[in-house]
Every structure is written in structure tokens, then in C-alpha cells.
């Protein structure tokens, strides 16, 4: 006789945890996520629900697959996962599991979930990042967009954090993490820092001056 694990019959959602890719549709006009794993591929909205990622018809989570939205009971296990080099510009996500689940040691397997907060990471510079920018890759008809401070954005085009969620939905809440989780630098600059900022402000102030010059002349 096998013995089976007891039912759970939670009376609110089970909360979890993971680490996702933030992501725009080909025209702007909705946002999204990408997952950094076997949901790679396949762009998820703040509620949506699960598929098989190997294209099987069942219903996840199915026991003798591994489809279906992945998470962790832990948050900081799950910031800690922002430190792989290829996860260095991927948002952590707090969900709601919401439909059937499938209960580990250290997380769940599910097959529905909202996503409740996205927290934003510093920008690869080290600063708290200001917005969202072009990655410069993406899957078929969606662009990943990654942390950048008003510094490193330069010249691209630059999504806020309100914009992003309004674009998303569902009452998705976005914001900057604490330095102590997302490893967003200190406060205070050396002055090298500070001398290196002023020349990159200097010359788009220059740049700004000039494009101000040409557009003069031709109106002339």
C-alpha cells in the first residue's frame, strides 16, 4: 500500500518567492515576465496560468513532469539567486500560489499564481537603479528590460518603475529592494565616482548643447 501526503486546504493563498526577467511586448503596450529557467521561453502576465513547457497535454503540476510556475518558500533564498552573473538583472518576485500545488522541502510547484510585488535589483553598476531599460535580447515579440540608473541609461528609451506596473496590471506593485538584499551600493561616493559622473553629466550636457545648436539653424 502506498502511502499518500495529506491535503492541504489552506484558507488563503500560499505566498512564495522567485526570481524573474521583466519584460514589454513588441509595441509597448503590455509588460510582462520571463522565467530564468524551464519557463524561459514562454512570457508570463502579473496573473496568469501555468503550461507544460515540454507541450504534454495535462493539467500542471503534473506529478511525472516538472511543468507548471516554480517557487520558494524563502525570500532570501530567492535574492540569493540574483548573484549568478546571468541573473544579475532579474527581478524578485513575491507570489500568490493560487489553484493545485505540489509542496516541497524548499518550495512549490503549482499551476496558477499572481504576482503580488516585484523588487528591483541596483543597476549593473552598483547603483540603485531609477528604471527599466532595453536588455538588448528578448524572446519573439517581447523586449527584456533590465535595472539602470539615470547614469547608465544614457540614451535609451527608459521605463519607470509606475509605468511598468500600470502596463503589467492586476495591481502589480514595483519598487527599488534595500541595498542589504539587492547589493545596490552604498551610500557615498569616492571622488574618482564623483569625478567619473560629473564628466559622463558634462558630456551629455554637451551633447544636449549641441542638438539644441542644429535644430537653431535649421529653423533659421
Same mark, same amino acid.
Given at each position: 500500500m502506498r502511502l499518500r501526503l495529506? +491535503?492541504? %486546504?489552506? =484558507?488563503?493563498?500560499?505566498?512564495?518567492?522567485?526570481?524573474?526577467?521583466? /519584460? #514589454?511586448?513588441? &509595441?509597448?503596450? %503590455?509588460?510582462?515576465f520571463l522565467g530564468?529557467? $524551464?519557463? /524561459? *521561453?514562454l512570457p508570463y502576465g502579473v496573473l496568469d496560468d501555468a503550461g507544460c513547457a515540454y507541450g504534454r497535454r495535462h493539467r500542471p503540476p503534473s506529478r511525472r513532469c516538472d511543468c507548471g510556475f516554480h517557487c520558494l518558500h524563502?525570500?532570501? +533564498?530567492?535574492?540569493? $539567486? =540574483?548573484?549568478?552573473?546571468?541573473?544579475?538583472?532579474? $527581478? @524578485? @518576485?513575491?507570489? /500568490?500560489? $493560487?489553484?493545485?500545488?505540489? %509542496?516541497?522541502?524548499?518550495g512549490m510547484r503549482y499551476a496558477r499564481q499572481r504576482v503580488r510585488t516585484a523588487t528591483v535589483g541596483p543597476c549593473r553598476c552598483g547603483r540603485p537603479a531609477t528604471g527599466l *531599460? &532595453?536588455?538588448? !535580447?528578448?524572446?519573439?515579440? !517581447?523586449?527584456?528590460? +533590465?535595472?539602470?540608473?539615470a547614469v547608465c541609461a544614457g540614451q535609451r528609451a527608459t521605463v519607470s518603475f509606475a509605468d511598468f506596473a500600470g502596463r503589467a496590471g492586476a495591481g502589480l506593485k514595483l519598487c527599488a529592494g534595500p541595498?542589504?538584499? =539587492?547589493? *545596490?551600493?552604498?551610500?557615498?561616493?569616492?571622488?574618482?565616482? #564623483?569625478?567619473?559622473? /560629473?564628466a559622463l553629466l558634462q558630456a551629455r550636457l554637451d !551633447?544636449?548643447?549641441? +542638438? @539644441?545648436?542644429? @535644430?537653431? &539653424?535649421? &529653423?533659421a
Open positions: 495529506p +491535503e492541504e %486546504r489552506p =484558507t488563503e493563498p500560499p505566498i512564495g518567492y522567485k526570481i524573474a526577467r521583466a /519584460a #514589454l511586448s513588441q &509595441d509597448g503596450s %503590455r509588460a510582462g530564468v529557467s $524551464l519557463g /524561459a *521561453a524563502r525570500r532570501a +533564498e530567492a535574492a540569493a $539567486l =540574483t548573484c549568478v552573473g546571468e541573473h544579475r538583472g532579474a $527581478l @524578485l @518576485l513575491e507570489v /500568490a500560489v $493560487l489553484g493545485r500545488y505540489i %509542496r516541497f522541502e524548499r *531599460a &532595453d536588455a538588448g !535580447w528578448g524572446r519573439p515579440g !517581447w523586449r527584456v528590460v +533590465e535595472p539602470v540608473c541595498a542589504e538584499e =539587492t547589493g *545596490a551600493a552604498a551610500p557615498g561616493r569616492t571622488v574618482p565616482e #564623483l569625478a567619473a559622473e /560629473a !551633447w544636449f548643447q549641441s +542638438e @539644441l545648436a542644429r @535644430l537653431g &539653424d535649421k &529653423d
